[in-house]
């Protein structure tokens, strides 16, 4: 049987002796002509079967192309073809194991990498640059068409710099085939044992089994144990957690990779021997290097992943292990420009990090969480964000991306996937090319929307784009109601380029889908005429906006037909969204005294709606976002007056509250209405119960209206009482205040 060496040797040497004189060309290479070709495609001798779908991969192309099907054949028994495409994994000790490499020589062509991944990356790269193949989204391929195929002489050979390269993207998860033409992962977390990657001290050491018995186990924050995070001096918990992890490797022989990471809060433990590391260390990362580098040593041929997040972002001074992967997170990160310019903090610690480790990867992210389908410009960030991490020792990079379809999903996820495997090409070719060939006609009407609103958001230099915000902050700014408009024009035009393609149409309309969404939220906040809920009818009484009406359905259908089902992280759907903004637009029309009516806070809300307590009745309805026209109380209770400004009859008195569980926004415990004639006596009208008490199983987003309707009564002032529900000791936020969002008192 052949060894390694003798196989390479007769590779090589095949090309050079078989069927051609040892003189280099710089001719042309004619792989098909009039219909027929001199070449055939071999495979090694000792090919895997992987190997031998790349050389299937060269044939299928190549016939889409010109309609002309290259014989395969192994290297031990080739035909009598002139020419020849070699494709195969050449050994380690020539091509290091990420590595491609596509060579002429003497009219043949050699396709090859240093693994087998590597060999599909060549083939593609083969495909995609030598013969003009293009893939945007999956199953959509423009192939060139030929009647002769040529390749010029290369010499090409090419070592991607970040090894494992993933995108967030169900585009990739879901087809396979085009991770592979793309060349990024299948997963999020490959090789990672399901249920550890990512958050798992809470797996490790649940509360629900430990916490009553041993409270030690957890963090110390203040006087009181809470199950935030885990006691990382705590020898037993260090126990605990090793236990855990040999189970799941011998429960999943096949994972080389556990997370033993903190959970999804900053609430670490401040107990006296954890303290005093994370003093000596000069960050609390002190703390989870020394555990998890316990719990690596333990587990020499495995990786044990951790986080460098929030309050471990900063390096410490311990070394983690070889085989202890950071996690690095740049959360917290402004995406209005590059990291090196709005987060330097986080590019000094990526730096400090990669002095003391060579196992590092990026977690990084680049769409709106709280909004999937906001227009989230941050396009122009990504390729100096990727050759940062490239450039500060990251072989590893997760893009998170939104997974479910999201604003330009398919530009966003192609482009992402591009610079991951060369940080170094020309980003504005890329986007053209993708708008050219995706949108065919309509391709530069989308390029000229993506360059105005990047181009608008440079401009305004103190916006923070933030992956937890909303399209609501940018109305004085990249989503001005002049640039709706404007923007609203370039998507007339590229529809009317397409008008005979249904397609192409559709794509249009998904590429548009960010833009209609911030319409529908302008037109929510009621921003201008154009942009409105209502309008005034005949008579001049209010009724919906057919425009808004319009868009809603506009929206929704699109969502339909490219099976958009999310609207965020937290799992708001589309479908309670269409019903939520119908029962605004509802809402709207009716008529309210207290519409426009001053508002008094009696207790001090924060942050949010400007602290302005006039949000309450300025008739536009909060969204499915805290940043949405509300108005926020954190850790008290809400406690308004509205003066209706003369006595009213009254007989029904509503408001809406947001609850967004993961950001601790609670629902409150009850909303009490009391009325009074002079602002001084008021009497208590009634109170309305939260039927929906917060419980682990607590809808994460949603909105509630504590309506209350009574026996007709003369009022001139109504004051509102809404109780704060404290945060529940098993959150991940215990410990901290909670927070109650209000907006849109209706008295009618």
Not at 211 to 217: A, C, F, T
Not at 333 to 351: G, N, V
Not at 409 to 421: D, G, H, N, P, V
Not at 450 to 456: G, P, Q, R, Y
Request: glycine residues 4%; aromatic residues 12%; proline residues 4%.
């Amino acid at each position: 049987m052949k060894n390694r060496k003798s196989v390479l040797l007769v590779f090589l040497i095949v090309s050079m002796v078989l069927f051609q004189s040892c003189t280099e060309t710089t001719e042309e290479l004619v792989i098909v002509a009039n219909g027929a070709s001199n070449y055939e495609i071999v495979y090694r001798g000792d090919a895997t079967e992987s190997q031998y779908q790349s050389a299937q991969l060269i044939q299928d192309y190549i016939f889409k192309i010109t309609a002309v099907k290259l014989p395969i054949t192994d290297e031990s028994s080739q035909g009598f073809a002139a020419s020849k495409i070699y494709v195969g994994t050449l050994d380690s000790d020539v091509l290091e194991g990420h590595a491609i490499s596509i060579k002429t020589e003497n009219k043949n062509i050699f396709i090859s990498g240093g693994s087998d991944a590597a060999t599909r990356d060549a083939v593609y790269s083969f495909l995609e640059n030598q013969l003009g193949c293009k893939w945007y989204a999956p199953n959509v391929e423009v192939l060139p068409k030929k009647d002769k195929l040529v390749v010029n002489p290369i010499e090409y050979t090419y070592k991607p710099e970040i090894t494992t390269r993933t995108v967030h993207s169900k585009l990739y998860y879901d087809n396979h085939a085009y991770a592979d033409q793309q060349k990024v992962t299948y997963e999020a977390f490959p090789n990672y044992a399901p249920g550890a990657r990512v958050h798992t001290f809470h797996r490790f050491v649940p509360e629900e089994y430990y916490y009553k018995s041993h409270p030690e186990y957890y963090a110390l924050r203040g006087d009181k144990r809470l199950p935030t995070q885990l006691c990382l001096t705590n020898i037993k918990v260090l126990q605990i957690v090793k236990d855990s992890v040999a189970m799941l490797f011998k429960k999943y022989p096949g994972a080389t990779v556990v997370s033993v990471s903190q959970d999804d809060n900053q609430q670490h433990c401040q107990c006296e021997d954890c303290s005093r590391i994370d003093t000596e260390e000069g960050s609390p990362s002190g703390t989870m290097i020394r555990f998890v580098n316990k719990v690596a040593a333990e587990f020499p041929t495995k990786t044990i992943s951790t986080l460098a997040y929030q309050y471990t972002r900063k390096p410490c001074k311990t070394k983690p292990l070889d085989n202890v992967l950071i996690t690095l997170c740049s959360i917290e990160c402004d995406r209005s420009a590059p990291i090196e310019e709005k987060c330097k903090d986080f590019a000094d610690d990526l730096k400090g990090w990669g002095k003391i480790s060579n196992n590092i990867r990026i977690w990084d992210y680049t769409t709106q969480f709280t909004n999937f389908l906001s227009p989230f410009p941050n396009l122009h960030t990504l390729q100096s964000n990727i050759q940062l991490f490239r450039d500060n020792n990251a072989k590893w990079v997760f893009e998170q991306h939104s997974n479910h379809p999201s604003d330009l999903f398919e530009l966003r996820s192609y482009i992402t996937a591009k610079l991951l495997w060369n940080p170094d090409l020309d980003f504005n070719d890329l986007l053209t090319e993708f708008t050219d060939g995706y949108y065919e006609e309509a391709g530069v009407y989308v390029k000229q929307y993506v360059d105005l609103i990047h181009s608008k958001i440079k401009e305004d230099k103190d916006f923070f784009l933030f992956l937890y915000g909303d399209p609501s902050e940018a109305f004085s700014s990249y989503l001005s109601k002049d640039l709706l408009v404007e923007y609203s024009e370039l998507f007339k035009e590229a529809l009317l380029a397409v008008a005979a393609k249904p397609k192409i149409i559709a794509r249009v309309k998904m590429a548009r889908l960010g833009l209609d969404y911030a319409i529908l939220e302008a037109s929510r906040k009621n921003i201008s005429d154009d942009f409105s809920l209502t309008r005034k009818g005949t008579g001049g009484a209010l009724e919906i906006n057919p425009r808004a009406k319009q868009r809603l359905e506009d929206f929704k259908a699109t969502c339909a037909s490219n099976n958009v089902t999310l609207m965020n992280e937290m799992g708001f759907t589309v479908k309670e969204y269409y019903s939520n903004y119908m029962l605004a637009l509802e809402i709207s029309q009716k008529p309210n005294k207290a519409l426009g009516k001053n508002v008094i806070a009696l207790t001090t809300p924060k942050k949010y709606a400007n602290e302005n307590p006039m949000v309450l009745t300025d008739g536009a309805l909060g969204g499915s976002s805290f940043y949405s026209n509300w108005l926020g109380f954190e850790g008290n209770d809400m406690k308004v007056v509205l003066d209706l400004g003369k006595t009213e009859a009254i007989s029904s008195i509503s408001l809406a509250f947001l609850q967004v569980t993961n950001h601790i926004v609670f629902l409150p415990e009850t909303v009490s209405y009391f009325g009074s004639l002079d602002g001084v006596s008021y009497a208590k009208i009634g109170e309305v119960n939260n039927t929906m008490p917060l419980d682990k199983k607590s809808k994460v987003n949603d909105i509630k209206y504590f309506d209350f309707e009574f026996a007709t009564k003369n009022m001139r002032y109504l004051k509102i009482e809404a109780k704060n529900t404290k945060t529940p000791y098993w959150h991940h936020a215990a410990g901290l205040p909670s927070w109650i969002f209000a907006d849109e008192i209706m008295v009618n």
